[in-house]
């Protein structure tokens, strides 16, 4: 069974400041990974994945993740947020096999950013 | 297009008390999931359906939880005997057929069982 780890339940930061939230996961399988993002009051939206290819993958918003195999992370990072990236953002993963491709998430971290 | 839709957006009911949930996918996907996002948790997988093939319902906590789909289209959780431990936000979301493909969320129903 597979399992993601965010160890960050709350971030704050200052506007302009950059973050990174932590993703690290555990699976017997290859996975595909994903960060959704859920702003107030409304649904999860997508900001990336990693399917295959450059580790270095680029999101809306500005937002980017490296995917590191040996460490098992896929951190998210911004180099300047924005007052309007508040939310909560999930790391997810999906396995690269096998007939279900139903998505395991992490707790989630709330980024809260503030003047 | 019209995305991902759920209905009721809350629902409040007693303990005891039936309830059924309705998601509408986005028209063409065949992929459908339904989740739990419980009060301070992460999303909780609770069943998958493509296409027709045999449901996915590995992450139903309990018999009192099923699910239907009609063909492609809409799909329907149903909670019987409904336990305060229930309460909780239902998120449906959507997918085409290909592995790794992104999944579209609704909005949710929120569930509260008094």
């Known amino acids: 069974a597979q399992s993601v780890t965010q160890l960050d339940s709350q971030v704050p930061v200052f506007e302009e400041a950059p973050v990174e939230l932590r993703c690290n996961y555990s699976?017997?399988?290859?996975?595909?990974l994903f960060w959704y993002v859920q702003y107030p009051n409304q649904g999860l939206q997508l900001l990336l994945k990693?399917?295959?290819?450059?580790?270095l993958v680029k999101g809306i918003n500005g937002f980017e993740a490296e995917f590191n195999k040996s460490q098992t992370s896929f951190h998210l990072r911004k180099p300047s947020v924005h007052i309007s990236d508040t939310a909560e953002y999930f790391c997810?993963?999906?396995?690269?096999?096998?007939?279900?491709?139903?998505?395991?998430f992490g707790t989630g971290t709330r980024l809260q950013v503030t003047l | 297009g019209a995305g991902v839709s759920q209905s009721p957006s809350n629902k409040v009911t007693e303990k005891g008390k039936d309830v059924e949930l309705r998601c509408d996918p986005i028209s063409g996907h065949t992929a459908l999931y339904w989740y739990r996002q419980r009060l301070g948790q992460g999303l909780e997988f609770l069943i998958y359906?493509?296409?027709?093939?045999?449901?996915?319902k590995s992450g139903l906590p309990s018999d009192r939880f099923s699910a239907e789909r009609t063909g492609e289209s809409v799909s329907t959780l149903t909670i019987q005997r409904t336990q305060q431990e229930d309460s909780a936000v239902y998120l449906c979301?959507?997918?085409?057929?290909?592995?790794?493909?992104?999944?579209?969320f609704g909005p949710g129903t929120r569930l509260t069982v008094l």
């Open positions: 359906f493509q296409g027709n093939s045999a449901p996915d």
């Open positions: 990693y399917l295959s290819g450059s580790t």
């Open positions: 699976s017997s399988v290859s996975v595909y």
């Open positions: 979301a959507s997918s085409l057929a290909l592995r790794g493909d992104e999944q579209f």
């Open positions: 997810a993963v999906s396995l690269r096999s096998g007939t279900a491709s139903k998505l395991t």
